[in-house]
């Protein structure tokens, strides 16, 4: 755990610097992604100084910073910040009341809840487009590293500083939770190729810990969607011999949301077809399904699911019979979805003919609805087979 005690005080400095600074600037995001606008990335990486992007000039995204990113994603998964919609601003995000158990939290504490979510929900939301090459090839690389030596790139060149040459979150993440420290070019030094600045990887007496304790478990600790499982991993990895902290971090994280009693009233897209529908927040998502079939009138024997969220947050959710899925429909309430007021998202019926349905929250009222209902009819209806 002492090992840990620096490395845990340095993330939770960084991290308290990025909500405060959200705090403070009322930050605008973006319609289209819910991300953090460039301006103000670019402002909060001059803040950090664990990782500190070498960017000479504002223009880069959200998915150019990954400090921001992966706090960004932590900060709505857990609860701590939450969507809002003001007319003044546009979309905006604003601490929430379980910022204040979160800052109660030890340094240690939040370290391991981070880490959970890092090597748990955010590893998998990075696969794919955000990711050049899975977390845990760096840690295959750390395994052939030895103390403080230059770590091997990933694709076994000979050039030290590969890792510039191409934006590789994980090797910031890496850092930012002091498993390998990096050492970047001078401001005077010039490398066309090493646009990113980043000279060599060294693995710290954390990395070298941490590296061992996990290829001791029998765990997939990449993309697991099971964050109470993660979290007893890493506590155990970080020394952490507290008898109550894990239980206390599994509460936290399996009730991140309050759930207010409230009414959503959305609006239901496909083609010429228009239906506004009132729901419950208490319902499921499978219950929506439902109810959107009924609206235009579909037969009800084909798998679907639905497309919430952008970036590294997107999450679909699919119908109860598509096993193999993380996700599904009917183990999740519109309560645990962060809507908002204009919010858009996706519903996909039928894999085959792929009828797309585009939802918008059209309003979130404060009062409670026992009964689903659908109050505007526009247009008739599609035909569902049209062939």
């Not at 002091?178 to 600045?197: A, C, G, H, T, V």
């Amino acid at each position: 755990m002492i090992l840990f005690e620096s490395a845990a005080d340095r993330l939770t400095i960084e991290y308290q610097g990025f909500l405060d600074y959200l705090a403070s600037n009322e930050v605008k995001l973006s319609k289209s992604t819910e991300h953090i606008g460039k301006k103000d990335c670019y402002a909060l990486n001059h803040q950090f100084n664990i990782i500190n992007e070498r960017y000479q000039k504002i223009g880069r995204t959200q998915d150019y910073y990954a400090v921001i990113d992966f706090f960004y994603f932590f900060s709505i998964r857990s609860g701590i910040l939450r969507f809002i919609k003001k007319k003044s601003l546009g979309l905006t995000i604003q601490r929430s009341q379980r910022y204040e158990l979160f800052s109660e939290m030890s340094a240690m504490e939040q370290y391991i809840m981070m880490m959970a979510v890092w090597l748990g929900e955010y590893q998998g939301a990075m696969n794919g487009p955000y990711s050049v090459f899975g977390g845990n090839d760096l840690f295959e690389r750390m395994k052939e590293g030895k103390g403080k030596n230059v770590l091997p790139d990933v694709f076994n060149r000979t050039r030290d500083d590969f890792w510039g040459r191409y934006y590789i979150p994980e090797i910031r993440l890496f850092a930012l939770f002091k498993l390998i420290s990096i050492e970047w070019l001078n401001e005077n030094q010039e490398d066309k190729e090493n646009k990113f600045r980043i000279k060599k990887l060294y693995q710290t007496q954390e990395g070298c810990l941490i590296k061992t304790l996990l290829s001791k478990h029998e765990i997939d600790f990449w993309c697991s969607p099971d964050i109470t499982m993660v979290l007893s991993a890493v506590k155990n990895i970080v020394g952490e011999d507290s008898n109550n902290i894990e239980e206390k971090l599994i509460q936290f994280w399996t009730h991140p949301l309050e759930k207010e009693i409230q009414t959503i009233e959305l609006r239901i897209v496909v083609g010429s077809c228009i239906r506004n529908i009132k729901v419950g927040n208490q319902f499921t998502l499978d219950d929506l399904h439902y109810l959107i079939q009924k609206s235009v009138e579909f037969d009800m024997d084909h798998l679907y699911y639905f497309q919430i969220g952008s970036g590294t947050l997107v999450r679909k959710y699919f119908a109860p019979m598509c096993v193999d899925e993380t996700w599904q429909t009917d183990s999740v309430i519109l309560a645990e979805l962060l809507l908002y007021e204009g919010m858009k998202f996706e519903y996909v019926f039928d894999f085959g003919d792929e009828w797309n349905f585009q939802i918008t929250v059209e309003n979130i009222l404060d009062e409670h609805t026992k009964e689903c209902e659908i109050y505007i009819v526009k247009g008739e209806a599609p035909e569902q087979y049209r062939y």
